[in-house]
């Protein structure tokens, strides 16, 4: 178990505690004849500062919510961070590697969440192209939260074009932010560049200054995209290239990829949540009340 604070700049505020003592009005002192009453009364005092020390204290706590987390997860600072460049152009929509069969895209989008399955504890983003790229889903560890956002892209979704260069910088700019210790860029395409504001071969330089990995795979016929340029961004980076002629060759690209892929130990961190601020909230209630008992009968 683990325990935080939702609110910890609050805490300062114990802080003001020394205020209690220091900060009280001086009462005048009296001449009184007889003295037998006040080592009552100094008592009753000290009681009331005790008191109001004690309410002020467990309601500071109380509204710095402090939570414990019970379960652990892995760490996204750690592992492999993995981005998976996915072709969303107007081809991915044709029949796939058989006639009258579903469309790549929809295949494509069954075995790549096979993967992310699999990769559970890495760190997983999507970037889906077409005449441009955008982020579909950012780097995380939650990868049924990916498995989601992947579900829910279509063909044509980037428009209807290629742009290679596009999705490896999109890719790039993604992993540049992680902290893991190795970074994937798995890139996968039907067709050939034609569309884009970064060149290839500047995208690739940029997952090279990164060190980060291409993995790229050609999907259904090898006439139909460009397999010299697939090997030299693959090769460029220290990855490697694919490809995938029917459904079958695509679930052994993804899992060579999956094998390849280092699991190293991994830290973790704790989830699920629990508020304890009712604790302290609920003792503070209750000294209060006892806090003005008193007062009363003293009156």
Not at 12 to 17: C, I, K
Not at 47 to 76: D, E, M, N, Q, T
Not at 99 to 127: C, M
Not at 160 to 177: E, F, H, P, Y
Request: aromatic share 10%; glycine share 8%.
């Amino acid at each position: 178990m683990h325990v935080t604070f939702e609110n910890p700049f609050l805490l300062l505020l114990l802080l003001l505690l020394p205020c209690f003592y220091y900060c009280r009005r001086k009462v005048t002192g009296r001449f009184l004849p007889k003295l037998v009453w006040i080592p009552k009364r100094s008592r009753l005092l000290h009681s009331a500062l005790l008191y109001r020390i004690v309410i002020f204290a467990l309601g500071v706590v109380a509204l710095a919510a402090p939570v414990a987390y019970s379960a652990k997860f892995p760490s996204h600072r750690e592992g492999v961070a993995i981005v998976l460049a996915l072709d969303t152009s107007g081809s991915m929509r044709e029949s796939g590697f058989a006639k009258g069969s579903e469309s790549k895209f929809t295949l494509l989008q069954r075995v790549a969440g096979d993967f992310i399955r699999k990769r559970s504890g890495d760190n997983i983003g999507i970037v889906a192209f077409g005449t441009f790229a955008f982020a579909a889903s950012p780097i995380s560890y939650d990868t049924e939260g990916v498995r989601t956002l992947l579900d829910l892209l279509e063909v044509e979704i980037a428009g209807k074009n290629t742009a290679i260069g596009d999705a490896i910088a999109q890719s790039v700019r993604m992993l540049k932010r992680s902290k893991a210790k190795e970074k994937i860029n798995v890139l996968v395409t039907d067709g050939k560049n034609n569309s884009g504001t970064v060149s290839v071969r500047a995208a690739v330089e940029m997952a090279k200054k990164e060190v980060i990995k291409i993995y790229s795979i050609g999907l259904g016929d090898a006439k139909s995209y460009d397999a010299a340029l697939l090997k030299r961004i693959a090769s460029e980076s220290g990855g490697k290239m694919f490809g995938a002629s029917d459904i079958a060759d695509l679930k052994k690209v993804y899992a060579t990829i999956d094998g390849l892929l280092p699991s190293p130990l991994r830290s973790h961190h704790y989830r699920n949540p629990r508020p304890l601020f009712l604790y302290p909230l609920f003792l503070a209630i209750v000294l209060l009340f006892r806090y003005h008992y008193k007062r009363v009968r003293a009156a």
